[in-house]
């Protein structure tokens, strides 16, 4: 099975941590977040990939080729304006030969709502779209895509309706399956009082001109557009094997401690005396002075740590 990657985003809301680069780049335990996605993907058999990014973002694609911990067939296509998703899937439609999943960077749901997506995908007949849905607070609703339903079908989708006219509170997430027929009204798509071409506006043309659009609902997503989704995402995984204890630094000062769960990468410096975790996650790269403390917290590639610090419960980046 194929799979798309929407991973041209600047990432504006990260704010300077995505100066040196790009939000699809962003680390969870080692590996950038778009690898996290489609390392996902993979587990469930999509074994071809389009990586739809920016073309000032040489690194992406360098460490996908180069770097994957996995072997996958890989395009990249490019999307040098920020136009929408309809665009971006513009973009890679050369590439798309059959039913495929389309994803953002980064959007992630837990394994068991992955499951029960492809579960459906693979079992429903005749479908040409799966959205996965989420209920969302009311004063959420003018952010996302917001659907009609009947029974598990998709009536209706509208993005980013304002509260007294959305047609319910459970909101289109990120990541879709589609057939090919979601490719044929990509040209269709008006642009946008927001300036961009909507990808709801394609799939709305697809259930009234086809149908079989259907949803699936999902317990959780973890989504990274500020600093602090990038701590929770990083959190959450470490949560996965409390006893998870990865410890790879070039140097340990006398007296240092490691409580888990806790991921330090190696080029790390140790003072004496550090104590580091629970729930800490040190890229390569990283200084921490004697007697820090460091908890519940991601401290970025070269960073530095004065002496005598508690940190904890942030993201701490080079120029902190």
């Not at 590996?31 to 992406?60: C, Q, W, Y």
Request: glycine fraction near 8%; charged fraction near 20%.
């Amino acid at each position: 099975m194929q799979a798309v990657i929407l991973a041209a985003g600047r990432g504006k809301r990260l704010g300077s941590l995505t100066h040196k680069r790009s939000k699809a780049m962003q680390p969870i335990l080692s590996k950038p977040m778009v690898e996290r996605v489609m390392e996902s993907l993979h587990a469930h058999g999509v074994d071809h990939f389009t990586i739809v990014t920016n073309p000032d973002n040489p690194t992406l694609r360098e460490h996908l080729e180069n770097q994957l911990s996995f072997d996958v067939e890989l395009d990249f296509a490019y999307q040098e304006e920020p136009l929408g998703m309809a665009n971006a899937l513009q973009m890679a439609a050369p590439f798309i030969r059959e039913n495929f999943v389309l994803s953002a960077c980064d959007n992630l749901i837990t394994i068991a709502d992955l499951d029960a997506f492809f579960q459906v995908w693979n079992q429903r007949q005749g479908l040409n779209g799966l959205l996965t849905l989420m209920r969302v607070p009311r004063e959420l609703i003018n952010r996302s895509g917001i659907v009609e339903m009947n029974g598990h079908s998709i009536k209706r989708i509208v993005e980013k309706p304002e509260q007294d006219n959305a047609p319910s509170n459970i909101a289109s997430l990120p990541i879709y399956g589609f057939s090919p027929r979601i490719l044929d009204y990509l040209d269709r798509v008006p642009l946008s009082a927001r300036g961009e071409y909507e990808l709801q506006d394609a799939i709305q043309m697809m259930i009234e001109q086809d149908g079989g659009v259907d949803g699936v609902e999902v317990s959780k997503r973890m989504t990274v557009t500020r600093p602090e989704d990038l701590l929770a995402v990083n959190l959450h995984y470490l949560s996965q094997d409390p006893a998870l204890q990865v410890v790879l630094p070039d140097t340990i000062g006398e007296g240092v401690t490691f409580t888990p769960p806790v991921y330090v990468e190696t080029g790390v410096e140790l003072g004496a005396g550090c104590q580091i975790g629970p729930y800490a996650y040190l890229e390569n790269g990283v200084q921490v002075g004697a007697r820090a403390q460091v908890t519940n917290a991601v401290v970025l590639s070269g960073a530095v740590i004065p002496p005598d610090s508690i940190i904890e419960d942030t993201v701490v980046k080079h120029d902190h």
